[in-house]
């Protein structure tokens, strides 16, 4: 006879057999049983959060960087509302979660009860599949299917609403080992006609590119290394968008950095101007084509991706193949040996000259100054301090200063980049930092923020805090929202209607009060000595850079414009963006 | 948008070509879904046509599969070709989704639409009703002195030229199933 055990006691059960080590939530009324059992047992480690929002962007940050799927734990009501922020973030940038949300009872289901929101209904355009289980023997089937479906194929979040009579009554328990098989099986391999065809085209191409994505690193580390190597075999140039820094070393010597919006000019002109671009898991966002029917348009393109609504989407492709990357990468990479490793050098020679006079424009160049810190400045010594940790992981925030970030900073390695890609959600950084941190314990995590976005969720200071977590806040401090501030100048003749940061806090008193180390820093001179304080002090640190007001963002493709009509530094920015690229964001 | 003076179709790549390769008129395409009959799975559907800005022209759903607990949604949709792929790629990834099936581009289908239509009057125009009826071998399911319930099947071209017949014959209400659609063969 099978033994009953109750739902809650299921639900940690079944975290276990899944191999969670590390939950994010928050208590509230109708996960009580659940947190009960939370409270008896020691191979589940809880981390208190201070809002659901942050523990969803924790967990965010705890998938990004060890390739887990991320748990959550809270509250039906408003604990499930806060988390909708984060769930679409996960789903923009598919981040594998799984999110355990409590629910008033079944029978109370649908009578207005007291923290009572539909969950299921709420979260259904914001999770990869979300359940309600409304059976305690369907528990254990439903969690196990929902640790699948979130890190199958294309990853995302997943939401499993619990009520609490489910949680209380007792039911059978099935292990994952037990479970039924999932009809969810996204096919990995690719089809082998157009993995011909591309390896075709690889051995053709005079001027290609590879562009690459986030599905690189969702793939897994075995997809770097294969897509190092073809990148190695081929000597074809590499660009990459936000989500894919990493996949490929910056420090490679194809790396031409990342491309897209404020990309590099060299990664955005090779893109407009190849014959073969090879796109592995990205997307064809708008940030990366800008204008769609001047999009790199001589050139033939294939798409690698897991996701079949991701092909030609947006922009036509030649080559799609439907496939995991790695699993495609491998086929690709044994063909193209099998059939003699061929390229057309001397044509790729060729336009790598084309691309060093791209690279001689040094579109990151910036007007230094010795009164102010500039933000690229804080940024290059941020980087020059600690490039040889390689155990560094940076988040960000959004805006300016995630472009920055992404422009200065090197990667190296898959997995130590978390940034809000998608949703391009402020507030994202500061909780995610602390997700990575949780994952690794000694690593040096740092998250470069913008003041304003940093204050979205500065209530866990709390939590990294309470569990000593040594996370640095490089806050990036102008007193302005940046970016938007930026776009008015750009576009709105500089009106800048409330884009900047009034009443801000006094970043080292509120360290202090909540007992973290705070440094201030505002002369370029003092700059390396704070870094290296802040890096040496074993605690959370609130690092507050006061950096230049008004310096803007480049390069930048203004909406609406191609990729080979960017603005640099120094160039004039007036009337830079039309009226029909004025409605675009 | 002309800034670059760029001409649909001048290449024979990509970009360019988008509009070229998929065409830009409208199409109307019947598709036929098969899914898990849980709840919420609706809902998925319906969502995402709501949610990405898709057309539904008309949309059926009944469990098919007691047993295996699946359902066929048919759905009639209008959109250029890329808007169609997109819509069949982007119901493929729905969870609980095991099979789109284009009934439009798969081949040869029937497509068969229930409407019943009440049609109030005395006289000639209540005898009128019937031989049309009749003609249209629509079947009368109720009745009063006064009025005839028409029950007609047949495609849903058939069903609104006898709609439009019984309009100035006092045609007072109207019920449409929607569209189910087989392959043939």
Redesign the interface.
Known sequence: MTSQITGAKMVVQALKDQGVDTVFGYPGGAVLPIYDEIFQQNEIRHILVRHEQGAVHAAEGYARSTGKPGVVLVTSGPGATNAVTGLTDALMDSIPLVVLTGQVPTFMIGSDAFQEADTVGITRPCTKHNWLVKDTDQLAPILHEAFHVAKSGRPGPVLVDIPKDVQFASGVYISNKKAPTSQYRPKLKGDIEQITKLVEAIEQSKKPIFYTGGGVINSGTGASQLLRELVKGTNFPITSTLMGLGCYPASGSNWLGMLGMHGLYEANMAMHDCDLMINIGARFDDRITGRIDAFSPSSKKAHIDIDPSSINKVIHVDIPIIGDIAHVLDDVLNMWKARGRKTNSAAIDKWWGQIGEWRSVKCLEYKNSKETIKPQFALERLEELTRSRSDRFICTEVGQHQMWAAQFLGFEEPNQWMTSGGLGTMGYGFPASIGVQIAHPKALVINVAGEASWLMNMQEMGTAVQYKLPVKQFILNNERLGMVRQWQELLHGERYSHSWSDALPDFVKLADAFGAKGIMVSDPADLDDAIMEMLSYDGPVLFDCLVEKHENCFPMIPSGEPHNKMLLGEATTEDAIGSSGAVLV | ?S??K?K?GS?K??????RS??GDEIQTHTLAILV?NE??VL??VI?LFS?RGYNIDSLTVAEVDHEGHLSRITIVTTGTP?VI??IK??L?????V?EVHDLTVDGPHVERELALLKVGGKGEKRVEALRLADIFRANVVDSTLDSFTFQITGTPEKVDAFAELMRPLGLIEIARTGVAALSRG
């Open positions: 948008m800034a670059l760029i649909k290449s790549h990509s970009a360019y070509d988008l390769t998929f898990d709840a919420g809902a998925r969502g949610g890329q792929e997109q790629a982007q493929g990834r729905i969870v609980p095991h």
